[in-house]
């Protein structure tokens, strides 16, 4: 029985919709189809599509009450709408229905589980959020809540857990048929913990452990788990709120980490041995995987930073889009990404440039775009003489750029955004330490209508920013302090299903 709430958000959607045109869209990454979109929800695979939820705020392009919105796509690159699939219409997340993941059940209906919020008064007349974990079922468009929600509350958490920072269940299926949720919370210590629950049936949920506890290390909050097995290693994602910089590892402010190690199934022990951040630009949080029909793992995040958001406006029909997908990997103990092997599907135009040797400022034949897919080789033209500086500017007309500029010698790469047109004071730059042999650089740099994704090393790192830079402003040159030598293969990038 579909509510009240959820047919007025369905109706508001679809009347909205019509408003945007699609070249106002990313070609080939998923945006809010209408208002506010931020994490990635329910990423999976179901009766042959690829589904991906959201959070989602219909009415506004600002965040709002949490709705549950949904696409789905046979190839993660061109995204059908279906309607929304969640609202908050219910006593226990009357105030929100937030992040959570989806599994398919052995009956073959797809079982949802997210957080409710419900605002509460506290005894000293203040109001806080208490969130629990909720689940609903349903056949890939239309779910029902579950009638023993909430499944897990402050009752199932440990003792000093925060029962208003528990959230962002992350669900998997055993080899032995029961299933097991990862869920973010705050213990006593004001940082971070990622807690552990399983199930027999995905229905009735109990406490096991804390599976990794943050004690102050990385930020504070740690959001957004997932953990899975990887080339060997178990991998888990997070999204710490409030970090602190670690050299070039992290970020002020909200961001990603990656922590890495062995997890024992029998004690259900997870032994770290390696962190680093997910993504080293500005626009990247609240990744989520999933396992394609082919075996490989493809994670998706938020391109976007909880810091820029101030920087939309609530009359814009759309904010908020997910980022490229990307195959990851483990190799020499990192965490390497590279864009979804179905994106090459998309190339056209191919023009290529071997050899060019140049100093000061170049552009070259037939490279440019905003929709584009462009790999870059760089290397000094003397060994003994490495260049100072390479820089590649791209949305670029005679009054704006995006920046993307390395020197050998610290083997520093930043992306610079300041003078893409934005108008506000927001996060322009980043930094990121890379390896470089004597100024060798492998970079593979990614386009659509509004963002950059730079591919370094054949994914080693990888770098994400938006840009809202008037589509105009299609030009892309390379700069040299020194001499380099470069080779450029570009290609044009089209989403549009006439292609196919």
């Given at each position: 029985?579909?509510?009240?709430?959820?047919?007025?958000?369905?109706?508001?959607?679809?009347?909205?919709?019509?408003?945007?045109?699609?070249?106002?869209?990313?070609?080939?990454?998923?945006?809010?189809?209408?208002?506010?979109?931020?994490?990635?929800?329910?990423?999976?695979?179901?009766?042959?599509?690829?589904?991906?939820?959201?959070?989602?705020?219909?009415?506004?392009?600002?965040?709002?009450?949490?709705?549950?919105?949904?696409?789905?796509?046979?190839?993660?690159?061109?995204?059908?709408?279906?309607?929304?699939?969640?609202?908050?219409?219910?006593?226990?997340?009357?105030?929100?229905?937030?992040?959570?993941?989806?599994?398919?059940?052995?009956?073959?209906?797809?079982?949802?589980?997210?957080?409710?919020?419900?605002?509460?008064?506290?005894?000293?007349?203040?109001?806080?959020?208490?969130?629990?974990?909720?689940?609903?079922?349903?056949?890939?468009?239309?779910?029902?809540?579950?009638?023993?929600?909430?499944?897990?509350?402050?009752?199932?958490?440990?003792?000093?857990?925060?029962?208003?920072?528990?959230?962002?269940?992350?669900?998997?299926?055993?080899?032995?048929?029961?299933?097991?949720?990862?869920?973010?919370?705050?213990?006593?210590?004001?940082?971070?913990?990622?807690?552990?629950?399983?199930?027999?049936?995905?229905?009735?949920?109990?406490?096991?452990?804390?599976?990794?506890?943050?004690?102050?290390?990385?930020?504070?909050?740690?959001?957004?788990?997932?953990?899975?097995?990887?080339?060997?290693?178990?991998?888990?994602?997070?999204?710490?709120?409030?970090?602190?910089?670690?050299?070039?590892?992290?970020?002020?402010?909200?961001?990603?980490?990656?922590?890495?190690?062995?997890?024992?199934?029998?004690?259900?022990?997870?032994?770290?041995?390696?962190?680093?951040?997910?993504?080293?630009?500005?626009?990247?949080?609240?990744?989520?995987?999933?396992?394609?029909?082919?075996?490989?793992?493809?994670?998706?995040?938020?391109?976007?930073?909880?810091?820029?958001?101030?920087?939309?406006?609530?009359?814009?029909?759309?904010?908020?889009?997910?980022?490229?997908?990307?195959?990851?990997?483990?190799?020499?103990?990192?965490?390497?990404?590279?864009?979804?092997?179905?994106?090459?599907?998309?190339?056209?135009?191919?023009?290529?440039?071997?050899?060019?040797?140049?100093?000061?400022?170049?552009?070259?034949?037939?490279?440019?775009?905003?929709?584009?897919?462009?790999?870059?080789?760089?290397?000094?033209?003397?060994?003994?003489?490495?260049?100072?500086?390479?820089?590649?500017?791209?949305?670029?007309?005679?009054?704006?750029?995006?920046?993307?500029?390395?020197?050998?010698?610290?083997?520093?790469?930043?992306?610079?955004?300041?003078?893409?047109?934005?108008?506000?004071?927001?996060?322009?730059?980043?930094?990121?330490?890379?390896?470089s042999e004597n100024g060798k650089l492998k970079l593979r740099i990614i386009l659509d209508r509004f963002s950059a994704e730079v591919f370094v090393n054949d994914g080693e790192q990888v770098i994400t920013a938006t840009l809202y830079t008037d589509q105009a402003a299609d030009g892309i040159s390379f700069l040299a302090d020194g001499c380099v030598?470069?080779?450029?293969?570009?290609?044009?990038?089209?989403?549009?299903?006439?292609?196919?």
């Amino acid at each position: 029985m579909t509510s009240q709430t959820l047919r007025e958000a369905r109706k508001y959607e679809e009347s909205s919709e019509k408003m945007i045109k699609k070249e106002e869209r990313p070609d080939f990454h998923l945006s809010s189809r209408v208002g506010w979109m931020n994490d990635p929800n329910g990423f999976s695979y179901y009766k042959g599509k690829y589904h991906m939820f959201y959070q989602y705020h219909p009415y506004e392009s600002v965040w709002g009450p949490m709705h549950w919105g949904h696409a789905v796509s046979e190839d993660l690159l061109h995204w059908e709408y279906l309607p929304a699939a969640l609202a908050p219409d219910e006593i226990y997340d009357r105030d929100g229905c937030f992040s959570g993941s989806a599994i398919e059940l052995p009956d073959g209906r797809q079982l949802l589980m997210y957080t409710g919020v419900l605002r509460q008064r506290e005894a000293n007349g203040g109001f806080s959020d208490i969130q629990t974990q909720c689940l609903a079922v349903g056949d890939g468009v239309d779910y029902e809540k579950y009638e023993m929600n909430p499944v897990l509350d402050e009752k199932d958490l440990p003792k000093g857990a925060s029962r208003k920072d528990f959230r962002d269940p992350k669900m998997w299926r055993k080899k032995d048929g029961s299933y097991c949720c990862v869920v973010g919370n705050r213990p006593a210590d004001g940082s971070g913990q990622i807690l552990l629950y399983t199930s027999p049936d995905g229905f009735k949920w109990s406490f096991k452990k804390v599976l990794a506890a943050n004690c102050n290390r990385i930020g504070k909050m740690w959001e957004c788990p997932d953990f899975f097995e990887l080339d060997g290693q178990w991998i888990l994602l997070t999204s710490p709120q409030d970090m602190l910089p670690a050299g070039f590892e992290y970020h002020n402010g909200n961001g990603t980490l990656c922590l890495m190690g062995e997890f024992d199934e029998e004690t259900d022990t997870f032994t770290e041995r390696h962190n680093q951040s997910i993504d080293y630009g500005i626009d990247f949080y609240a990744p989520q995987t999933v396992v394609t029909p082919d075996g490989r793992r493809v994670m998706i995040g938020w391109m976007q930073n909880w810091d820029t958001c101030n920087s939309s406006t609530a009359e814009r029909p759309w904010f908020g889009q997910m980022s490229l997908p990307r195959e990851l990997s483990v190799k020499n103990g990192r965490l390497y990404q590279k864009p979804i092997r179905e994106l090459e599907a998309l190339r056209s135009s191919k023009v290529e440039h071997q050899d060019v040797t140049f100093s000061g400022n170049i552009t070259l034949d037939g490279v440019k775009g905003r929709r584009v897919d462009m790999e870059l080789e760089i290397r000094p033209d003397d060994e003994e003489n490495v260049y100072r500086k390479f820089a590649v500017r791209f949305a670029q007309n005679d009054q704006f750029y995006t920046a993307l500029s390395f020197h050998p010698g610290d083997s520093v790469m930043k992306i610079d955004r300041k003078f893409s047109g934005s108008r506000r004071a927001l996060i322009h730059q980043r930094r990121a330490l890379v390896n470089s042999e004597n100024g060798k650089l492998k970079l593979r740099i990614i386009l659509d209508r509004f963002s950059a994704e730079v591919f370094v090393n054949d994914g080693e790192q990888v770098i994400t920013a938006t840009l809202y830079t008037d589509q105009a402003a299609d030009g892309i040159s390379f700069l040299a302090d020194g001499c380099v030598n470069m080779n450029v293969v570009k290609y044009d990038l089209s989403g549009d299903e006439s292609r196919q």
